[in-house]
């Protein structure tokens, strides 16, 4: 069982930053996809970024492209989103997850959730 340790979330005013990270158990993590989504209150959950550890392969939304970046260290065996330039709707419960890609197409694991909250 991989677990996934999200921190980092807060209140911040539009237009600044916030640094999200995740910490995992997977002991071999090389294969795994780790990925960042949101759920705003009453609406669904979306797909933020992605990244494949392997390749360092990253994937983002439309809606964060040029002001969010996901990275990785394999050293901590975490990941991490910077956010920048946040907006009133980027405010959301992020979550991480993973999946291992040589056993899985879909994620897997999730993280309890980290709540970002951006005042206008």
Do not use: H
Not at 64 to 70: D, E, H, L, M, N
């Amino acid at each position: 069982q991989v677990q996934l340790v999200e921190s980092g979330g807060g209140l911040v005013q539009a237009g600044g930053s916030l640094r999200l990270s995740c910490a995992t158990s997977a002991r071999t993590i090389y294969w795994y996809c780790m990925g960042w989504f949101r759920q705003a209150p009453g609406k669904e959950r979306e797909f933020v970024a992605a990244i494949q550890w392997s390749t360092g392969t990253t994937y983002y939304a439309d809606s964060v492209k040029g002001r969010f970046t996901i990275s990785r260290d394999n050293a901590k065996n975490s990941a991490y989103l910077q956010m920048n330039s946040l907006k009133p709707e980027d405010t959301a419960i992020y979550y991480c997850a993973a999946y291992n890609e040589l056993t899985s197409s879909r994620y897997d694991y999730w993280g309890q959730g980290t709540q970002v909250t951006v005042s206008s």
